[in-house]
């Protein structure tokens, strides 16, 4: 049974014993963010979610840190593991033509299932809308636990909101967490990168209203004071979610084509569709039961400074000009409960949810890139630097080749590190990946270097958006690639010696658990 909502997770995640809540008085400003980031850094068994039940000021519990493992991330999907889930896309994208006729009923199931995605509007009362606030005088955003993460970011962030716009022109749903700079009780920033498909929204909604072959405003880039107007003509609708069920909240956090709504993924995630409920201000339907919604619209013309803040890369982005968003009307249930996250040095909650995407995903990237055999996004790669890819090389060159795949594909784009290994190589094992970079890669033949899109984070392009990258071919060199030598063998031990030695381990005077290190320690064979 799919999870109802954001408090079903939470009594399974105590129910695991995932959960730890903290009844001690704390403070948003920055006392939640450092008691978190040690706990999900902790390696005593500490790494679980945080429910503080009593924050200073405030009468809302915070909820953090619930995505932060492997295993909770696996509670919120409700699944095994990330691989099952790749397992049922797999099964999808690659249905076997059936050939019987009980093969033929067999896919029914199949079928029936993606019947079952779309989400549902339900006309009952909904439980997000148990509280309503339209007048801008009470406490909105006020009444809000924001935390401040880091001691030089510019304010208080809202930095797990599911954020659910139209394509103005196709009217395609989408849903991208994007963090929020409260300004004040009604406004905030709208850190929506201009590659990610909220911006693209906006964007679209631009060109429909003004000429279509000016440049768009470069906003994102570097702060000026002449890009910010008090236009508000021309208006994109904006709904923000904070605690829908934890499918949701991956979902928007997924990589997917502009063109999917979200809410059909998260359907197929949780195996159930996400029943929506028409906002009360604005023209978009959100999870009908979700803990707080914020309602409010986006100006095309007006631009705010926004940041610094301490981000996912370890560092701080520096400020930038963003949309700003204006509140309209926040809902809520009764007693509702506030989820955020912190993100700063790896690792911390958000690579598990990339590491989730990295694994649901990888399906997908075969479909495209069929020789790619298996990918790792380091956690210290903070997933746009740095993808370490296996392949079945079959051609000279062909390192090259998946390297400029994955260069035009979706977010991969941004990839600022592709090395490509093997496909007998364990992608990982990050030692064993150094051992054949290192080794393998000629620097001047085997690196290439390319210009184009980067991640708005990185910091090291002079310029903002865009700059080099590098492929790195660490496979084994072909003399029909020009190697004009033999390619060494790796070095492994015969198989009756290494039996011989495991059988008499202990006739030798050590100790079991050395043996069975040593024997499973095959990270180096390959
Ligand atoms: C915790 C967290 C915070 C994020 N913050 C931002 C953000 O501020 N701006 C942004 O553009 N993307 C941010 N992202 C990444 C996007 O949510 C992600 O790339 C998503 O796929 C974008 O969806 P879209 O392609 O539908 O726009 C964040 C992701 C996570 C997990
Ligand atoms: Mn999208």
């Known amino acids: 049974m799919a999870y109802h909502d954001l408090r079903a997770f939470i009594k399974r995640l105590a129910l695991e014993g995932e959960l730890i809540e903290i009844n001690t008085p704390v403070s948003c400003d920055l006392e939640i963010a450092e008691i978190t980031d040690r706990i999900s850094k902790s390696k005593n068994n500490q790494n679980k979610a945080l429910l503080f039940n009593n924050v200073i000021g405030y009468n809302m519990p915070v909820l953090i840190n619930a995505f932060g493992s492997n295993t909770r991330i696996c509670l919120a999907l409700e699944t095994e593991s990330l691989d099952q889930i790749a397992e049922r896309i797999r099964h999808l994208i690659k249905p076997k033509m059936p050939e019987s006729l009980v093969e033929k009923l067999s896919m029914l199931p199949t079928l029936l299932e993606i019947g079952k995605f779309p989400p549902k509007l339900t006309h009952t009362p909904a439980a997000c809308q148990e509280v309503i606030i339209t007048n801008p005088d009470e406490a909105m955003l006020d009444k809000i ?26 009217n395609i749903r989408n849903l991208g967490v994007y963090r929020l700079q409260k300004y004040n009780n009604n406004t905030t920033g709208m850190h929506w990168h201009k590659h990610h498909d909220g911006a693209q929204n906006f964007e679209t909604l631009r060109r429909k209203t003004n000429d279509v072959d000016k440049e768009p405003p470069n906003y994102g880039t570097i702060f000026t004071t002449d890009n910010v107007s008090n236009n508000t003509s021309k208006r994109l609708e904006v709904a923000c979610v904070i605690g829908a069920d934890p499918s949701v ?121 069929p020789e790619i055999v298996d990918m790792n996004l380091p956690f210290e790669g903070v997933f746009h630097n740095c993808a370490i890819i296996a392949i079945d090389k079959r051609y000279p060159y062909h390192a090259r080749k998946v390297m400029n795949a994955v260069w035009g594909l979706g977010q991969m784009m941004f990839t600022k590190f592709a090395i490509i290994v093997d496909k007998d190589i364990n ?17 001047k033949r085997d690196m290439m270097m390319v210009d184009g ?33 033999e390619w060494p063998q790796l070095i492994t031990m015969s ?19 050395d043996n069975q290190i040593n024997l499973s320690d095959k990270s180096l064979i390959s």
Not at 495 to 513: A, C, M, N, P, T
């Open 453 to 485: 899109p980067l991640d708005i984070l990185d910091h090291s392009s002079p310029m903002f958006g865009y700059g080099s990258k590098v492929g790195i071919d660490a496979t084994r060199k072909w003399q029909s690639e020009g190697h004009p030598k």
């Open 145 to 170: 636990p924001i935390i401040k993460c880091w001691p030089d970011d510019a304010g208080a962030f809202i930095t797990l909101p599911v954020v659910i716009t139209r394509d103005p022109k196709t």
């Open 249 to 369: 909240t991956y979902a928007a956090t997924a990589p997917l084509p502009a063109d999917i709504d979200e809410f059909v993924f998260a359907g197929f995630l949780r195996r159930e569709p996400v029943k929506l409920t028409k906002c009360v201000s604005v023209d978009l339907e959100v999870p009908a039961n979700a803990e707080i919604v914020i309602e409010g619209y986006v100006n095309q013309d007006e631009l705010q400074v926004e940041g610094p803040f301490g981000d996912h890369t370890g560092f701080y982005s520096p400020a930038g000009i963003f949309p700003v968003f204006h509140v309209t009307a926040i809902t809520h249930r009764q007693n509702p409960i506030y989820q955020t996250t912190i993100v700063g040095i790896p690792p911390q909650e958000d690579c598990y949810l990339g590491k989730a995407t990295e694994r649901i995903f990888l399906p997908l990237l075969q479909m495209l890139v």
């Open 427 to 443: 992608v990982h094992d990050l030692s064993t990946v150094a051992l054949h970079v290192f080794g393998n890669v000629d620097p």
């Open 495 to 513: 198989q009756d010696i290494k039996q011989l030695v495991s059988k008499r381990w202990s006739e030798y005077g050590f100790d079991s658990i």
